[in-house]
């Protein structure tokens, strides 16, 4: 009895899933037919690969980068020299009172001020110090490095003796006493106060 001739089967995928690695092996099989070399997608006879991705670049256009052991340990030991360390480091994550919050913000701005896009010692390393090498060893969020160098900006904009400063700011940026005290309360107060009080440069 003749058996009816199997249908040709027609793969028409319409979609392809290819694996976090950027390689897929083709195998392709037609009956008794010998079988066809493997292409290898990646490979120099498939598909052109996909490159890496890029390094995510800074607002100035250079890429981020993490400091080395070495790096981060040097800038950790050179901060901790420091006189005023001790009260940064006692008062780190804790809610302050104005008048501590302001030396806390202040540590961090002269941090900042004095090593960003200093020098590393030649046995250290040949790069410079990134906003990322501060903030590691700070152990400050990118946020709240920002943060602290804008309000001693406009601390220092309207607490300077001339015609800009203001006792109102003077004796906000004082108080001890205010009982449960929140961060964020101080920077609204400085905030308003430089968008009500600008000043002509």
Not at 22 to 27: I, V, W
Request: glycine fraction near 4%; charged fraction near 20%; aromatic fraction near 6%.
């Amino acid at each position: 009895m003749a058996t009816e001739p199997i249908e040709t089967l027609v793969f028409e995928p319409q979609c392809l899933i290819i694996p976090r690695s950027n390689r897929l092996n083709l195998r392709i099989n037609s009956g008794n037919e010998p079988k066809e070399p493997e292409i290898e997608l990646g490979s120099p006879i498939g598909s052109t690969p996909i490159p890496a991705p890029a390094p995510v670049a800074s607002a100035s256009g250079t890429a981020k980068s993490t400091p080395t052991e070495l790096e981060l340990n040097w800038l950790k030991n050179t901060i901790r020299k420091r006189p005023d360390y001790a009260t940064f480091e006692a008062n780190h994550n804790k809610i302050l009172q104005n008048i501590d919050r302001v030396e806390y913000w202040r540590f961090a701005f002269a941090v900042d001020k004095q090593l960003h896009k200093s020098s590393y010692p030649s046995e250290i390393s040949s790069s410079k110090v990134s906003k990322a090498a501060i903030h590691a060893a700070l152990q400050m969020q990118t946020t709240a490095l920002a943060e602290a160098i804008q309000m001693v900006r406009i601390i220092d904009l309207y607490t300077t003796e001339g015609a800009n400063f203001s006792a109102e700011v003077a004796v906000e940026i004082g108080k001890s006493d205010q009982g449960d005290p929140k961060a964020t309360v101080l920077k609204a107060f400085l905030l308003n106060w430089e968008k009500t009080h600008p000043i002509e440069l």
